[in-house]
């Protein structure tokens, strides 16, 4: 056992905060006793790069109970939550992982889980799989495949493969229905109005709310900003997302003129350069700036810096800076994931179908020899998980009749 975390004193509260997660994720509890039974992973050795929440250490309890040996890091300095990761250490597993990591740290750390030469990663941005790509390079030869969590992460691999750079298989996590569908809205709406009313405690209500994108996250906080009241904009650059979000009722209009009107911005695109300083200039004085995309390049900081005369943090995950133009703006969680930095990430509930399916496809990746590329999950597994989710609600659905199977399946009958 090796681990490096803030404190190990704090593994009896991580513990108390697993086991709530684990009364709240029924779907992988159940493959966990599959898992338990069965022993899928006997002997694999899996590296995680995963945010260190207690929804995570559900998973690694889960895998652990297949056999499988697990080393895990962080894949954002600021959202591992420390007690979980102490209650991980204490309970046996390779954990590297502490909040508020430098950048030297946080790859240090990566490199510590990679020393553990794991046949399959999970990730959660890729960073295992672009380090193991670039400078461990050595450890392909071992590795039958990893597991992608989000879409930024997916976004990247897609560049990879496409310039044949990939060379190992991976599974698209985050394309599985029974995760976008509902991790990325459900979950991201909820988690990040949660980040950004613990870092503020500010009113929704009334205030012009920003949202840039509108992809399933952007979709979801847009819904829930709107359900708290908010006034709701929506900036994109896909015209068919645009469309949407007019249909849904929401005003689209381009960031330059957002920039004038919002109140609480908050990036969920997955590109660079969203909130610039031209954008920064106009806005008005006391806006909040916030972040629900994986990496912290969406709000530009280094403009931010530019147009300021100071700074000075003010709460927890807020941070004050005083424009030279005479307005100040907020920053929460320096630009970083605001639902992960400062609350604690999407719903148990939720994560329990996005982790259901980062097992079975850990399992599919050991039992299955697959060439080098990106994969989607098997349509039966992400099907079974719905059906199971379904069944711990209580919920019963109906069933096609062979009757109704023959004849979407048949073009004989017309009219």
């Given amino acids: 056992m090796a681990y490096s975390v803030k404190d190990i004193r704090l593994a009896d509260e991580g513990s108390l905060k697993i086991d709530w997660a684990e009364a709240h994720m029924p779907v992988l509890m159940e493959i966990r006793g599959q898992f338990s039974r069965e022993k899928p992973l006997k002997g694999v050795r899996v590296g995680f790069a995963l945010h260190v929440t207690k929804e995570t250490a559900v998973l690694v309890r889960t895998l ?9 890091a962080g894949c954002n300095p600021l959202s591992t939550q420390d007690d979980v990761a102490a209650a991980l250490a204490k309970e046996g597993v390779d954990v590297y992982a502490w909040r508020a990591e430098s ?3 946080y790859y240090e750390n990566i490199n510590k889980v990679l020393d553990h030469k794991p046949q399959i990663t999970v990730d959660d941005g890729a960073d295992l799989i672009f ?3 670039k400078e461990k390079t050595e450890l392909l030869k071992d590795i039958k495949g990893g597991c992608e969590e989000t879409t930024t992460g997916i976004v990247r691999l897609n560049a990879m493969e496409k310039d044949k750079a990939l060379k190992y298989p991976v599974m698209a996590v985050n394309d599985a229905d029974t995760k976008h569908l509902f991790d990325n809205r459900y979950g991201t709406g909820q988690s ?4 950004i009313l613990r870092a503020t ?8 709310f920003v949202v840039a994108g509108y992809g399933n996250c952007g979709r979801g906080i847009a819904s829930d900003a709107r359900g708290m009241g908010a006034n709701v904009i929506v900036t994109e650059v896909n015209p068919v997302r645009a469309l949407e979000a007019v249909m849904d009722g929401f005003r689209v209009m381009p ?7 919002g109140d609480i911005f908050v990036t969920a695109t997955g590109d660079v350069d969203v909130i610039t300083g031209k954008h920064l200039e106009k806005m008005k004085n006391g806006s909040v700036l916030a972040n629900s995309g994986h990496f912290n390049v969406e709000i530009n900081t280094q403009d931010l ?6 700074k000075k943090k003010i709460r927890e995950n807020v941070e004050k800076y005083a424009l030279k133009n005479g307005k100040h703006l907020y920053l929460l969680a320096e630009g970083r994931l605001v639902n ?13 179908m996005s982790f259901a399916n980062q097992a079975l496809a850990v399992k599919y990746l050991n039992q299955n020899k697959l060439k080098a590329g990106i994969y989607k999950i098997p349509k039966e597994i992400d099907e079974m998980i719905a059906r199971l989710k379904l069944k711990t609600m209580d919920i019963g659905i109906d069933e096609l009749s062979a009757r109704q199977k023959q004849y979407i399946s048949s073009w004989e009958e017309g009219t």
């Fill in 201 to 208: 405690s500010i009113l929704y209500a009334g205030k012009n």
């Fill in 255 to 261: 960031m330059d003129k957002a920039a004038e009107l």
């Fill in 340 to 352: 992960l930095s400062a609350a604690e990430g999407h719903p148990s509930e939720v994560m329990d």
């Fill in 103 to 105: 950048r030297e740290e």
């Fill in 305 to 310: 810096e530019k147009l300021s005369k100071g």
């Fill in 64 to 72: 652990r109970a297949g056999g499988a040996e697990v080393a895990i």
């Fill in 131 to 133: 380090t193991i790509h």
């Fill in 192 to 195: 990040t109005l949660d980040g």
